[in-house]
T-cell receptor, first 112, second 112 residues
Framework: GPKVLQIPSHQIIDMGQMVTLNCDPV?????FYWYKQILGQQMEFLVN????????KSKLFKDQFSVERPDGSYFTLKIQPTALEDSAVYFC??????????FGPGTRLTVL | GEQVEQRPPHLSVREGDSAFIICTYT??????FYWYKQEPGAGLQLLMS?????DRKEEQGLTVLLNKKDKQLSLNLTAAHPGDSAVYFC???????????FGQGTVLSVIP
């Protein structure tokens, strides 16, 4: 099926630093998402992005979080500054019409 | 908003047996339902999507049943094999907010 790529696969940083997670979505997809999964727990929606704008965000999408997709390149999630509770696996997803979503392999973020 | 409860959290079956997972959702306006498979260290693989006007769908040894009256979605893997061992997630898509609401996941172990 369609492939979504995420870079890096793992990231370890110190609390308070900035981190950017990169997603290479399916080329013709128009909707982009970030989800957060803490180890052993369910996947939780963070944000969705369409036509250059955030459409909806959850309570987990704190003020320290931001997303963008400059010039159709990577869809990024930036956390600045990071906190210990941001440690999780972050999954990017993309969709053509907003319903069927295809997920990347995730980026495991560890905040020390 | 939509809530999805999934059970069982863990399921162990012998090779060749069936595995049954069920999800209960709350929003009767849910338009699409999905089953995803997550193998260790990997992203979510879309197994099957079901539109809300479908009661039953079968593909490649998987049977999905949708009971709209009781707001239940189930997945039955017939003749499970060790390669089916993974975490399975159901997800519901309502359409109004373009996000997926996931169940808690079921860890399936298929014993040879």
């Amino acid at each position: 099926g369609p492939k979504v790529l995420q870079i890096p696969s793992h990231q370890i940083i110190d609390m308070g630093q900035m981190v950017t997670l990169n997603c290479d979505p399916v080329s013709n997809h128009l909707y982009f998402y970030w989800y957060k999964q803490i180890l052993g727990q369910q996947m939780e929606f963070l944000v969705n992005f369409y036509n250059g704008k955030v459409m909806e965000k959850s309570k987990l999408f704190k003020d320290q979080f931001s997303v963008e997709r400059p010039d159709g390149s990577y869809f990024t999630l930036k956390i600045q500054p990071t906190a210990l509770e941001d440690s999780a696996v972050y999954f990017c997803a993309s969709s053509l019409k907003g319903d069927e979503q295809y997920f990347g392999p995730g980026t495991r973020l560890t905040v020390l | 908003g939509e809530q999805v409860e999934q059970r069982p959290p863990h399921l162990s079956v012998r090779e060749g047996d069936s595995a049954f997972i069920i999800c209960t959702y709350t929003d009767s306006a849910t338009a699409y339902f999905y089953w995803y498979k997550q193998e260790p260290g990997a992203g979510l693989q879309l197994l099957m999507s079901v539109f809300s006007n479908v009661d039953r769908k079968e593909e490649q040894g998987l049977t999905v049943l949708l009971n709209k009256k009781d707001k239940q979605l189930s997945l039955n893997l017939t003749a499970a094999h060790p390669g089916d061992s993974a975490v399975y997630f159901c997800a519901a898509y309502t359409g109004g907010n373009n996000k997926l609401t996931f169940g808690q996941g079921t860890v399936l172990s298929v014993i040879p």
